[in-house]
């Protein structure tokens, strides 16, 4: 048996626990962090058999990889407005980091 | 040496740190997860000599299992108080996910 | 590889999560504890790699140890501010609770 924790944004955990649940993996939703990261991370802690590590970490990668998102971005304060064209950019969201680690026991009370 | 990772309800967390704590076992207590869960869990580490995984699993089912409570339920809105007999229910409570991971090495600075 | 879990106090994690990254090392800052602990702890999650774990373990010691700090005492409600000397008093503060657990994989998504 493995014990494979993930760290994720806030933003893609509900997603990703829902997507884990879909596959009949039981996830424990640890903690979020304090107000240091301006997005907040959760840490998920998976128990799973090794047999289905693999599986775990695909949609693990599938719903919280790092990637690109398009944002307006906010109009600059005192330009003009008239010749300011907003422009779409892109910021990058998301992330995970997944450490996988031996369990030797493992028990629901 | 071992790890012992025990997810509990925030309500069982105090009598089962008291209860390891008694018998000398160190516990460190993590966290609370933020508002998904109703019921806040609570994560505790305890690393623990090989030979004494044994006695604090023992005391975490005893202070954490799940259980059923019998609870009051809350009197209907706007239903007839004269005819209403409130019957006592049974809802689940508590309840220990538990990991026990290989320590390499522990240190306390 | 291995994960190294440190349990510190909140006012030593900045500094120490600094110190780490100035070597290198990838820190995962996961949670703070609730009320029930006067100083809250922070609990850091750092993956390194076998030969680099010895040095983690020093800048831990060395960032967070327990150690006796000099503070001011409050003055007595309703003493004689007159004859009343404060003297510093020492205190303990920082500490750290460090297991090292051995890592099976890492992955950044
Ligand atoms: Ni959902
Ligand atoms: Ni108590
Ligand atoms: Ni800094």
Same mark, same amino acid.
């Given at each position: 048996?493995? /014990?494979? =924790?993930?760290?994720?944004? #806030?933003?893609?955990?509900?997603? /990703?626990?829902?997507?884990?649940? #879909?596959?009949?993996? %039981? ?10 990261? %301006? ?6 802690? =998976?128990?799973?058999? #090794? ?8 949609? =693990? %990668? %599938? ?5 690109? +998102? ?20 892109? =910021? ?15 028990? +629901?009370?």
């Amino acid at each position: 048996m493995k /014990l494979v =924790i993930a760290v994720v944004e #806030d933003k893609d955990s509900h997603r /990703l626990v829902d997507a884990l649940s #879909d596959q009949n993996f %039981k996830t424990t939703k640890l903690s979020t962090t304090g107000g240091f990261l %301006k997005e907040g991370n959760t840490t998920l802690m =998976i128990g799973c058999e #090794d047999e289905n590590v693999d599986d775990a970490l695909e949609i =693990i %990668k %599938k719903n919280s990889s790092q990637r690109e +998102q398009m944002v307006a971005p906010i109009s600059p304060m005192g330009g003009s407005a008239d010749s300011y064209i907003p422009q779409p950019i892109n =910021i990058e969201v998301g992330g995970a980091t997944v450490f996988v680690v031996p369990v030797e026991s493992f028990f +629901q009370f």
